[in-house]
Nanobody, 123 residues
Framework: QVQLVESGGGLVQAGGSLRLSCAASGGTVSSYNMVWFRQAPGKEREIVAADRWFDGITYYADFVKGRFAISRDNAKNTVFLQMNSLKPEDTAVYYC????????????????WGKGTLVTVSS
């Protein structure tokens, strides 16, 4: 059973940066598609970024391209989401998820979830 714990959320002004971490235990991140989702108040959860284990390709949602970067440190068994140039519309709970299936961009393709970390961007 893989357990994921997110950290690094908080309150930041628009234009600022945050770095989210997702620490894994009970399994190695190098063997999973690692994906960040987010859910804003009153909205559905959506994919933000993914790092696919089977081909090493990263994916970014259009609304974060050029601003966010996903990375993983296999030695620390941790995945990161560097978030720059934050906007008020980035305010959401950010979730880390892990899965091995082909549906890496879907919630249904994830086997394990963290509890989330809140990011609030003030204008």
């Amino acid at each position: 059973q893989v357990q994921l714990v997110e950290s690094g959320g908080g309150l930041v002004q628009a234009g600022g940066s945050l770095r989210l971490s997702c620490a894994a235990s009970g399994g190695t991140v190098s063997s999973y598609n690692m994906v960040w989702f987010r859910q804003a108040p009153g909205k559905e959860r959506e994919i933000v970024a993914a790092d696919r284990w089977f081909d090493g390709i990263t994916y970014y949602a259009d609304f974060v391209k050029g601003r966010f970067a996903i990375s993983r440190d296999n030695a620390k068994n941790t995945v990161f989401l560097q978030m720059n140039s934050l906007k008020p519309e980035d305010t959401a709970v950010y979730y880390c998820a892990a899965g091995r299936g082909q549906h890496w961009s879907r919630e249904s393709g994830m086997s394990y979830w963290g509890k989330g970390t809140l990011v609030t961007v003030s204008s």
